[in-house]
């Protein structure tokens, strides 16, 4: 169950991550000594950031270094509503939550994954959820335009730190048809945090995308899929429902990971086109590195030749945002014909998760993550010693 992290959120993008693991000394969740390269962090709003156009946000947006805080009318939100009482998770350090034995009574995604019937985890059979985490990043473009000239959607979970820094891409890809999604604030396991801090993260996220876009987003994706009860019950009092996955393409771990081979992304995505006549998923990639974008753009003709490949939102009928529908919002795929749309509808508890949401980071930083779970073997011991030598 071991989930190895080694995560520190937003350095300067423009720094790349060459300046990687080495950097990475403490979770920025859990110490006030983060170092924290080139003070990126947006403490005081208005960050355009480097690279982008200037965009300027009314809100003054948290520091993306510390656990934010939310608005006291945020919290007014819980009120009357049922919050599971379960508890708050001791952290394993940097490694996620830590499971008191074997029990998993709120079914704690990290520990089992255990999911619940309002889990999004896969979309029907003969469709494919394409989804891409963390950015938006300076690799994000890239993958933009491969999107555009094939005229596919895709859902992205933004981190809202990098919306506050790259406000013009989270922009463009909603402009593009894209389904803008949130992926919280600092990228913490959510079940080591308080109530008050599960909605800042929500919501703060929520509101930078806001800014951009004037829609709020309704699907969330836990960083690294930890989810429990307790985080459930309170995203879905703000109104938020969340998605997990059932294919990893551990795509991450091409930058971070010695000795992981591209290839097996690849592979991966071409016995995953195999199943098309049976199955349907939602896979997990990540527009955070340069490899990482490179790898979406060779895997998803495979996933097109095979699938309807399409948004979580439109596999799943359900609404991308609480205003309704988004101008642009035309799902659409290049490929196969969504033949078995009708069939089979995202059976809970069938996750097939097969890694964590494991990664990363705003590029200059580096996440050490993995999951003993994806039986990686040797990996797993590389990545486990890395992630200590960087702590
Ligand atoms: C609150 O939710 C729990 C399950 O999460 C349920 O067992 C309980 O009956 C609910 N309480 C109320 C008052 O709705
Ligand atoms: C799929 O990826 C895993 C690592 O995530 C790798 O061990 C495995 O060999 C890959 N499968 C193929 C067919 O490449
Ligand atoms: C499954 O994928 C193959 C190509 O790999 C394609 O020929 C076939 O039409 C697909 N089946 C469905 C039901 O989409
Ligand atoms: C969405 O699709 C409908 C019908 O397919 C079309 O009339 C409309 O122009 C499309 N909207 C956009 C923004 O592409
Ligand atoms: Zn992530």
Redesign the pocket.
């Given at each position: 169950m071991t989930v190895l992290t080694k995560f520190l959120l937003f350095g300067t993008l423009a720094l790349s991550a060459t300046v990687n693991a080495q950097d990475a000394t403490a979770s920025a969740t859990d110490s006030g000594a983060v170092s924290e390269p080139s003070a990126a962090a947006p403490s005081s709003a208005p960050t355009t950031g480097g690279s982008t156009s200037g965009f300027q946000f009314k809100e003054t947006y948290p520091a993306d270094s510390a656990k934010p805080t939310p608005k006291a009318e945020w919290m007014a939100l819980l009120d009357g509503k049922n919050i599971t009482n379960a508890p708050v998770l001791k952290a394993n350090g940097d490694n996620g939550p830590q499971q008191q034995g074997d029990a998993d009574p709120y079914c704690d995604w990290t520990f089992t994954t255990c999911t619940r019937p309002t889990d999004i985890i896969t979309c029907p059979k003969g469709q494919w959820g394409i989804t891409y985490d963390d950015g938006p990043t300076e690799f994000s473009p890239k993958l933009y335009d491969f999107l555009k000239q094939t005229n596919q959607k895709a859902t992205f979970f933004m981190i809202g730190g990098q919306v506050v820094k790259f406000p013009d891409l989270a922009k463009r890809a909603f402009d593009e048809?894209h389904e803008l999604a949130m992926h919280t604030w600092t990228h913490s396991y959510m079940t080591t945090l308080s109530t008050e801090q599960i909605v800042a993260e929500l919501k703060w996220n929520e509101l930078a995308i806001k800014e951009v876009t004037g829609y709020s987003p309704r699907f969330f994706r836990p960083p690294y899929g930890d989810i429990d009860d307790r985080v459930r019950s309170i995203a879905n009092a703000l109104g938020f429902t969340p998605v997990i996955w059932n294919h990893d393409t551990d795509d991450w771990m091409v930058a971070e990971t010695p000795g992981f081979q591209e290839s097996w992304i690849d592979g991966n995505a071409t016995e995953w086109a195999g199943l098309n006549a049976t199955e349907g998923g939602i896979s997990l990639e990540h527009d955070l590195y340069q490899k990482t974008v490179d790898a979406a753009i060779r895997i998803l003709p495979t996933l097109q030749e095979a699938y309807k490949v399409t948004t979580v939102g439109q596999c799943t009928g359900q609404q991308s945002y609480k205003e309704g529908v988004a101008?642009?919002?035309?799902a659409s795929s290049s490929a196969a014909s969504p033949s078995a749309s009708s069939s089979g509808n995202t059976p809970e508890g069938s996750t097939q998760a097969n890694g964590q949401d494991s990664h990363e980071e705003g590029a200059a930083m580096s996440i050490q993550s993995l999951d003993s779970r994806a039986t990686m073997g040797l990996l797993t011991l590389i990545g486990a010693v890395s992630s200590y030598l960087f702590m």
């Open positions: 048809g101008p642009n919002s035309n």
